[in-house]
T-cell receptor, first 114, second 110 residues
Framework: DVKVTQSSRYLVKRTGEKVFLECVQDMDHENMFWYRQDPGLGLRLIYFSYDVKMKEKGDIPEGYSVSREKKERFSLILESASTNQTSMYLC?????????????FGPGTRLTVT | QKEVEQDPGPLSVPEGAIVSLNCTYSNSAFQYFMWYRQYSRKGPELLMYTYSSGNKEDGRFTAQVDKSSKYISLFIRDSQPSDSATYLCAMGGTASKLTFGTGTRLQVTL
Protein backbone atom coordinates (compact mmCIF):
# COMPACT_ATOMS: atom_id res chain seq x y z
CA ASP A 1 0.00 0.00 0.00
CA VAL A 2 1.32 3.39 -1.00
CA LYS A 3 1.68 5.68 1.92
CA VAL A 4 2.09 9.43 1.86
CA THR A 5 2.35 10.97 5.30
CA GLN A 6 2.34 14.61 6.33
CA SER A 7 3.92 15.84 9.52
CA SER A 8 0.87 17.54 11.01
CA ARG A 9 -2.90 17.32 10.51
CA TYR A 10 -3.58 20.72 12.06
CA LEU A 11 -1.23 23.64 12.55
CA VAL A 12 -1.78 27.14 13.94
CA LYS A 13 0.91 29.74 13.32
CA ARG A 14 1.25 33.48 13.77
CA THR A 15 1.75 36.01 10.98
CA GLY A 16 5.43 36.35 10.13
CA GLU A 17 6.47 32.93 11.43
CA LYS A 18 8.51 30.55 9.29
CA VAL A 19 6.50 27.38 8.73
CA PHE A 20 7.73 23.96 7.63
CA LEU A 21 5.38 21.32 6.23
CA GLU A 22 6.92 17.90 5.76
CA CYS A 23 5.83 15.10 3.45
CA VAL A 24 7.21 11.56 3.23
CA GLN A 25 6.32 8.83 0.73
CA ASP A 26 7.35 5.19 0.90
CA MET A 27 6.89 4.06 -2.73
CA ASP A 28 10.13 5.29 -4.26
CA HIS A 29 8.20 7.74 -6.45
CA GLU A 30 10.21 10.24 -8.46
CA ASN A 31 7.55 12.98 -8.51
CA MET A 32 6.33 14.82 -5.48
CA PHE A 33 3.82 17.69 -5.40
CA TRP A 34 2.54 20.33 -3.02
CA TYR A 35 -0.99 21.70 -3.48
CA ARG A 36 -3.23 23.99 -1.55
CA GLN A 37 -6.97 23.44 -1.53
CA ASP A 38 -9.43 26.26 -0.94
CA PRO A 39 -13.25 26.29 -1.23
CA GLY A 40 -14.34 27.25 -4.74
CA LEU A 41 -10.77 27.21 -6.05
CA GLY A 42 -10.02 23.51 -5.93
CA LEU A 43 -6.50 22.09 -5.87
CA ARG A 44 -3.82 24.49 -6.98
CA LEU A 45 -0.24 23.38 -7.57
CA ILE A 46 2.37 25.28 -5.57
CA TYR A 47 5.57 23.41 -6.46
CA PHE A 48 6.57 20.01 -7.68
CA SER A 49 9.79 18.03 -7.80
CA TYR A 50 10.75 15.29 -10.25
CA ASP A 51 14.03 14.34 -8.60
CA VAL A 52 16.20 15.03 -5.59
CA LYS A 53 17.24 18.69 -5.46
CA MET A 54 15.09 19.44 -8.54
CA LYS A 55 12.00 21.62 -8.33
CA GLU A 56 9.62 23.45 -10.60
CA LYS A 57 7.18 26.21 -9.84
CA GLY A 58 3.52 25.43 -10.08
CA ASP A 59 0.67 27.87 -10.55
CA ILE A 60 0.96 29.74 -7.24
CA PRO A 61 4.57 29.62 -5.94
CA GLU A 62 4.68 33.15 -4.48
CA GLY A 63 5.39 33.14 -0.75
CA TYR A 64 6.51 29.50 -0.75
CA SER A 65 9.72 27.56 -1.23
CA VAL A 66 10.49 23.86 -1.22
CA SER A 67 13.28 21.48 -0.40
CA ARG A 68 13.95 17.94 -1.56
CA GLU A 69 17.18 16.58 -0.14
CA LYS A 70 16.08 12.91 -0.16
CA LYS A 71 13.90 11.09 -2.66
CA GLU A 72 11.23 10.19 -0.12
CA ARG A 73 10.90 13.62 1.53
CA PHE A 74 9.54 16.89 0.17
CA SER A 75 9.22 19.96 2.37
CA LEU A 76 7.13 23.06 1.84
CA ILE A 77 8.36 26.25 3.52
CA LEU A 78 6.39 29.40 4.18
CA GLU A 79 9.17 31.93 4.72
CA SER A 80 6.93 34.48 6.48
CA ALA A 81 3.42 33.19 7.00
CA SER A 82 0.53 35.48 6.15
CA THR A 83 -3.21 35.14 6.82
CA ASN A 84 -3.92 34.53 3.13
CA GLN A 85 -1.90 31.33 3.42
CA THR A 86 -4.52 29.84 5.71
CA SER A 87 -5.55 26.75 3.77
CA MET A 88 -5.51 22.96 3.46
CA TYR A 89 -2.12 21.79 2.17
CA LEU A 90 -1.92 18.47 0.35
CA CYS A 91 1.18 16.56 -0.63
CA UNK A 92 1.15 13.94 -3.40
CA UNK A 93 3.59 11.62 -5.14
CA UNK A 94 3.63 9.71 -8.40
CA UNK A 95 5.83 7.75 -10.75
CA UNK A 96 7.49 9.59 -13.63
CA UNK A 97 6.71 8.68 -17.23
CA UNK A 98 5.38 9.82 -20.58
CA UNK A 99 2.20 11.14 -19.03
CA UNK A 100 0.63 11.76 -15.67
CA UNK A 101 0.53 8.68 -13.48
CA UNK A 102 -1.85 8.36 -10.58
CA UNK A 103 -1.01 10.80 -7.81
CA UNK A 104 -1.22 9.44 -4.27
CA PHE A 105 -2.20 12.02 -1.70
CA GLY A 106 -1.42 12.46 1.95
CA PRO A 107 -4.15 13.28 4.51
CA GLY A 108 -3.49 17.01 4.34
CA THR A 109 -2.39 19.68 6.81
CA ARG A 110 -4.94 22.32 7.75
CA LEU A 111 -2.89 25.44 8.42
CA THR A 112 -4.35 28.47 10.15
CA VAL A 113 -2.31 31.68 10.23
CA THR A 114 -3.53 34.21 12.79
CA GLN B 1 -11.81 31.01 -18.32
CA LYS B 2 -10.58 28.07 -16.24
CA GLU B 3 -8.97 25.15 -18.05
CA VAL B 4 -11.29 22.74 -16.24
CA GLU B 5 -14.84 23.59 -15.18
CA GLN B 6 -16.81 21.56 -12.66
CA ASP B 7 -20.12 22.36 -10.99
CA PRO B 8 -19.46 22.63 -7.24
CA GLY B 9 -22.90 21.36 -6.22
CA PRO B 10 -23.92 20.37 -3.65
CA LEU B 11 -25.77 17.54 -5.34
CA SER B 12 -28.24 15.70 -3.12
CA VAL B 13 -29.75 12.37 -4.27
CA PRO B 14 -31.69 9.57 -2.56
CA GLU B 15 -30.03 6.23 -1.94
CA GLY B 16 -30.21 4.00 -5.02
CA ALA B 17 -30.25 6.86 -7.52
CA ILE B 18 -27.95 7.13 -10.53
CA VAL B 19 -25.56 10.03 -10.14
CA SER B 20 -23.98 11.91 -13.03
CA LEU B 21 -20.95 14.12 -12.39
CA ASN B 22 -19.37 16.15 -15.16
CA CYS B 23 -16.42 18.29 -16.16
CA THR B 24 -15.66 20.33 -19.23
CA TYR B 25 -12.20 21.40 -20.30
CA SER B 26 -10.59 23.68 -22.86
CA ASN B 27 -7.07 22.24 -23.37
CA SER B 28 -6.95 19.94 -26.41
CA ALA B 29 -3.64 18.49 -25.20
CA PHE B 30 -5.32 16.64 -22.33
CA GLN B 31 -5.23 12.89 -22.98
CA TYR B 32 -5.42 11.38 -19.48
CA PHE B 33 -8.55 11.77 -17.40
CA MET B 34 -9.08 10.83 -13.78
CA TRP B 35 -11.73 10.99 -11.12
CA TYR B 36 -10.77 11.34 -7.46
CA ARG B 37 -13.00 10.96 -4.42
CA GLN B 38 -12.31 13.01 -1.32
CA TYR B 39 -14.01 12.35 1.99
CA SER B 40 -14.24 15.13 4.52
CA ARG B 41 -10.89 15.92 6.17
CA LYS B 42 -9.04 13.36 4.02
CA GLY B 43 -6.79 13.50 0.96
CA PRO B 44 -8.20 12.65 -2.50
CA GLU B 45 -8.04 9.02 -3.65
CA LEU B 46 -8.15 7.83 -7.25
CA LEU B 47 -11.42 6.26 -8.43
CA MET B 48 -11.06 5.97 -12.20
CA TYR B 49 -8.32 6.55 -14.78
CA THR B 50 -8.98 6.68 -18.52
CA TYR B 51 -6.81 7.44 -21.50
CA SER B 52 -8.25 9.26 -24.52
CA SER B 53 -11.92 8.82 -25.44
CA GLY B 54 -14.33 6.07 -24.51
CA ASN B 55 -15.90 4.40 -21.50
CA LYS B 56 -14.45 2.56 -18.55
CA GLU B 57 -16.45 0.62 -15.98
CA ASP B 58 -15.49 -0.48 -12.49
CA GLY B 59 -18.27 -1.92 -10.38
CA ARG B 60 -20.90 0.76 -9.82
CA PHE B 61 -18.71 3.44 -11.42
CA THR B 62 -18.48 4.32 -15.12
CA ALA B 63 -16.21 7.00 -16.55
CA GLN B 64 -16.88 8.49 -19.96
CA VAL B 65 -14.64 10.73 -22.04
CA ASP B 66 -15.79 12.64 -25.11
CA LYS B 67 -12.73 14.42 -26.46
CA SER B 68 -14.62 15.92 -29.39
CA SER B 69 -16.86 17.80 -26.95
CA LYS B 70 -14.14 18.20 -24.29
CA TYR B 71 -16.51 16.66 -21.76
CA ILE B 72 -15.99 13.93 -19.19
CA SER B 73 -18.49 12.22 -16.92
CA LEU B 74 -18.58 9.91 -13.94
CA PHE B 75 -21.72 7.83 -13.37
CA ILE B 76 -22.45 6.15 -10.07
CA ARG B 77 -25.15 3.47 -10.12
CA ASP B 78 -27.13 2.40 -7.07
CA SER B 79 -25.67 5.24 -5.02
CA GLN B 80 -25.00 4.58 -1.34
CA PRO B 81 -24.65 6.93 1.65
CA SER B 82 -20.96 5.92 1.70
CA ASP B 83 -20.61 7.60 -1.72
CA SER B 84 -21.20 10.97 -0.02
CA ALA B 85 -17.97 12.86 -0.72
CA THR B 86 -16.47 15.49 -2.98
CA TYR B 87 -15.59 14.23 -6.46
CA LEU B 88 -12.72 15.88 -8.31
CA CYS B 89 -11.98 15.49 -11.98
CA ALA B 90 -8.35 15.76 -13.06
CA MET B 91 -6.64 15.69 -16.41
CA GLY B 92 -3.22 15.91 -17.98
CA GLY B 93 -1.22 15.76 -21.18
CA THR B 94 2.27 14.39 -21.69
CA ALA B 95 3.79 15.92 -18.55
CA SER B 96 3.46 14.67 -14.99
CA LYS B 97 1.26 17.51 -13.82
CA LEU B 98 -2.50 17.28 -13.45
CA THR B 99 -5.09 20.03 -13.67
CA PHE B 100 -7.96 19.57 -11.24
CA GLY B 101 -11.57 20.69 -11.27
CA THR B 102 -12.89 22.45 -8.19
CA GLY B 103 -14.86 19.38 -7.10
CA THR B 104 -18.56 18.50 -6.81
CA ARG B 105 -19.94 17.77 -3.36
CA LEU B 106 -22.32 14.79 -3.40
CA GLN B 107 -24.74 13.87 -0.62
CA VAL B 108 -26.59 10.55 -0.81
CA THR B 109 -29.51 10.50 1.60
CA LEU B 110 -31.28 7.51 3.17
Amino acid sequence: DVKVTQSSRYLVKRTGEKVFLECVQDMDHENMFWYRQDPGLGLRLIYFSYDVKMKEKGDIPEGYSVSREKKERFSLILESASTNQTSMYLCASSLIGGGPYEQYFGPGTRLTVT
Amino acid sequence: QKEVEQDPGPLSVPEGAIVSLNCTYSNSAFQYFMWYRQYSRKGPELLMYTYSSGNKEDGRFTAQVDKSSKYISLFIRDSQPSDSATYLCAMGGTASKLTFGTGTRLQVTL
